[in-house]
């Protein structure tokens, strides 16, 4: 991959996994007023979502099981989850992974055109940009949740 947008994702995956990983046991699947989600789906969320972006998941992708897009695609919520749903832990092991298989994928790659538009994007590269910008965004919704979990327990 391309080392400018590879460290990209290094430096964002780096601060989303520091962030995830400090997340206390029981403020991970509190679901403040006003949120749809939790941290934990949050978590699971960037993972599926990087995964299918830039690995094809679920069809040309086997690193996660295909129940990961029931528990953690577009859409969805924690008040749906059925079964074992993996935990933060095995999430936050996984992100490492996925980081790993990024720095792997070639650099022809990313000047590949896409086989459709997908939100305005062309090519891989631009589609591997937007991965990184949805893992921010999503940074962003844990660390408010986190603050807002911590703002009401001190406030009680």
Known sequence: MNQYLYKQFEMTRGFFLKNASAVPAEMAD?????????IHWHIGHVLTVTEQFLFGFPKKSAH???????WF???TKPADWKGNVPSVEELVTQLQDQL???KDIPEEALDEKLKKP?????????LANMAVF????HL??????????????VKN
């Not at 997908?118 to 631009?126: D, I, K, Y």
């Open 30 to 38: 509190v679901q403040p007023e006003g949120f749809n989600n939790t």
């Open 64 to 70: 996660l099981p295909g129940n990961y897009v029931e």
């Open 140 to 153: 962003g919704q844990l660390h408010a949740i986190k603050l807002l979990i911590e703002r009401t327990v």
């Open 134 to 137: 949805h893992e921010s965004n």
């Open 100 to 102: 790993v298989r990024i």
């Open 73 to 75: 695609g577009k859409g």
């Open 118 to 126: 997908f939100l305005g994007l062309e090519t891989f590269r631009e």
